[in-house]
């Protein structure tokens, strides 16, 4: 059986978008606001010549009126499903209280995770993803989803644990 890498993370970060980089072509959706329901979408995806399953979890913009309790539910299944977890956090605005709220429900469930702080469009950026190293899950990788700059040294390092 192939891996399952699933990509979490609070609404709006480029998850989707990432996704699409990876699979290399447009495929998951890209929304400008979150708040759209969706179900966990999976994709077969090779990097390296690895074939491996990539799990987007759009899902979690689904209950607008509940966000936290929806990103809490909706990531644990998904990362109960996954082998391996690239938590995506958005670079230009910062670490925010959800994303610890997902740190600590990737934390209880002993799954590899890989940092991705997006949306570091340029070399100028890569001092923003300094913060999360005290996420305490190891290096954050500064990556653009949208521009595809760090996105092949994230997978390089999520895939090990594949
Ligand atoms: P998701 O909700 O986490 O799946 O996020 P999306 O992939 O739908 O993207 C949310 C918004 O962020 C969209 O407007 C994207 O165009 C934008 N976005 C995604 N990746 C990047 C990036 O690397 N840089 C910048 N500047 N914007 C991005
Ligand atoms: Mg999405």
Same mark, same amino acid.
Request: hydrophobic share 45%.
């Given at each position: @059986? ?8 609070? %609404? ?10 990876? /699979? +290399? ?8 606001? %979150? ?9 077969? @995806? ?7 399953? /990539?799990?987007?979890? +759009? ?12 990103? @809490? ?12 977890? =690239? ?9 925010? @209280?959800?994303?610890? !709220? =997902?740190?600590?429900?990737? !934390?209880?469930? +002993? ?42 040294? /994230? /997978? ?7």
């Amino acid at each position: @059986a192939v891996g399952v890498l699933a990509v979490v993370g609070r %609404p709006n970060v480029g998850k989707s978008t990432l996704v699409n980089r990876i /699979l +290399g072509r447009r495929a998951a959706v890209v929304e400008d606001t %979150p708040g759209v329901t969706r179900d966990r979408v999976s994709y077969d @995806a090779e990097w390296a010549g690895t074939d491996f399953k /990539l799990v987007d979890t +759009g899902g979690w913009e689904a209950d607008v009126e509940g966000i936290e309790s929806a990103i @809490a539910s909706q990531a644990q299944v998904a990362v109960s499903l996954a082998d391996a977890v =690239i938590l995506v956090v958005d670079g230009q605005v910062g670490l925010t @209280a959800s994303d610890e !709220r =997902i740190v600590s429900m990737l !934390r209880a469930s +002993g799954k590899p995770v890989t940092v991705a702080v997006n949306k570091a469009d340029d070399h100028a950026s890569e001092y923003l993803s300094a913060e999360f190293w005290k996420l305490g899950l190891g290096e954050p990788h500064g990556v653009s989803a949208m521009h595809g700059r760090g996105v092949g040294d /994230l /997978l390089d390092v999520a895939m090990e644990s594949l």
